[in-house]
């Protein structure tokens, strides 16, 4: 062998050492060990989040029933805080209903109505109480009147009223003597254009139709 051929493989080995220092290296300095595509070497993008609406109620119950922990409201036409607020109505109304004065204008008597009922009740309570006959009476028995109500249940509920049974109580003063009364109503409450109003009342042994609609 000359020597250049001994050149030649000397040269040839030196570039197959090199090249293999070269590859463990490059395996050596290499994250993990593996390649760069991994999952996990990758960041996680968060995607942004806007203002959540707010979850629609169940349309029933459709797990088993535990008396527990059990939601009437789940399966009416009125939530919870409807429900109160009808039920406030009603009792204020009704005590509203039992409180006047001789000497007071029939006005103020319906300034107690405002907020409370619709506005179709409210103008036949005014028309009632302003009559020349019930003015006159009034005034005659210096007739005094202090009403209170407590809600005594719940008659019926239809899709957009509760009838209520609601017992006013009056202590009332005539001609200087003082007595007591009270007398149960029926009293509707009912979905007034975005509001809850008294759609009507009547003695409860009377009644009258619930649902407006």
């Keep these: 062998m000359n020597l250049n051929d001994r050149r030649r ?35 996680v993008a968060t995607a942004s989040q806007g203002p959540q609406a707010p979850a629609s109620p169940p349309p029933g119950i459709q797990s088993a029933v535990d008396p527990n922990d059990f939601d009437v409201y789940r399966l009416l036409p009125f939530s919870r805080q409807e429900f109160a607020t009808a039920a406030d109505l009603a009792q204020r109304f009704v005590a509203a209903y039992g409180t006047y004065r001789y000497d007071e204008a029939p006005q103020t008597y319906m300034a107690r109505f405002a907020g409370l009922t619709t506005s179709d009740l409210g103008q036949r309570l005014g028309q009632g109480v302003a009559t020349p006959g019930m003015v006159e009476e009034r005034r005659r028995e210096q007739l005094v009147a202090q009403g209170t109500a407590s809600l005594d249940q719940v008659r019926d509920i239809e899709n957009n009223s509760i009838i209520f049974l609601v017992t006013g109580r009056q202590q009332v003063t005539k001609n200087g003597r003082t007595s007591s009364d009270s007398k149960q109503y029926a009293v509707t409450v009912a979905r007034d254009g975005g509001s809850l109003r008294v759609y009507s009342f009547e003695p409860a042994d009377v009644g009258q ?4 609609g």
């Excluded at 570039?15 to 220092?21: F, K, P, R, S």
């Excluded at 139709?209 to 407006?212: F, K």
């Design 9 to 43: 493989k000397l040269l040839f080995a030196g570039l197959v050492v090199l090249l293999t220092a070269v590859g463990v290296y490059l395996t050596v300095a290499s994250p993990s060990g593996g390649s760069g595509d991994e999952p996990e070497a990758r960041p």
């Design 209 to 212: 139709a619930g649902d407006t």
